[in-house]
């Protein structure tokens, strides 16, 4: 953002319907989130956790108060932050499934691109659907590029990836790959 005015995050926010017919919304991280992001983290698989942390970054660590605080309460300046909600319609119970996130350089022109779906709820699109709007806000942002890093085995994210358009290649560690996706060419 460049030290512009502030965008209006609600309008990330929207309905969306996952494969399986589960409706959730998808909109920006609020402060009020943090009990629902306790467990959202406490449903996550080992392999899930070391996809998207390279690590097995232990359950006490990813809920702490001070972590989850940080993440929930947005520096837009720094970052976006979608969650996607599902609300069951008889308990009234709310839980988060999915989180993306958009971490952007000190340059305010590149950002770093990570998601995270439930296992429960993996394969379904949800992940396209929250890939899809990063772009998006990358894009309203005027960011020049987007790039993830990724574990080379993490088939799933490489596919999903290269269909917006992401080139991949490997790092100096060949366990490794970065994938960036150009946005605007001439901004440099
Ligand atoms: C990778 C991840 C984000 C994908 O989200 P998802 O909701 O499961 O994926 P989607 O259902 O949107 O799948 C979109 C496409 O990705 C590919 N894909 C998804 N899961 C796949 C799998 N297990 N194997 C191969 N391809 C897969 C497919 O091309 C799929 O399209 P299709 O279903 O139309 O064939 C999710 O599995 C996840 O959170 N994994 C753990 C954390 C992680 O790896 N994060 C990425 C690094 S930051």
């Not at 720094?78 to 969650?83: I, M, T, Y």
């Not at 917006?164 to 290649?169: A, E, L, S, Y």
Request: aromatic share 8%; charged share 30%.
């Amino acid at each position: 953002m460049s030290g512009t005015a502030k965008i209006d995050l609600s309008r990330y926010a929207s309905q969306w319907r996952m494969r399986n017919g589960l409706d959730v919304i998808v909109r920006p991280i609020c402060p009020e989130d943090e009990p629902l992001m306790v467990k959202f983290h406490q449903t996550l698989s080992d392999r899930t956790v070391y996809f998207r942390y390279f690590s097995s970054l232990s359950l006490r660590s990813r809920v702490a108060h001070e972590r989850l605080a940080r993440i929930c309460f947005v520096d837009q300046e720094r970052e976006f932050v979608l969650v996607a909600e599902h609300q069951d319609a008889q308990s009234g119970d709310r839980k988060i499934l999915a989180v993306g996130r958009l971490n952007k350089l000190e340059n305010g022109q590149e950002a770093e691109i990570a998601i995270l779906v439930a296992d429960e709820v993996q394969k379904r699109g949800l992940g396209r659907e929250i890939l899809r709007r990063l772009i998006q806000i990358a894009r309203d942002e005027r960011l020049v590029r987007v790039y993830g890093e990724l574990i080379r085995d993490n088939f799933a994210i490489q596919k999903l990836l290269r269909e917006f358009g992401f080139r991949c290649r490997l790092l100096k560690d060949p366990g490794f790959i970065r994938a960036t996706l150009d946005l605007f060419q001439n901004r440099f």
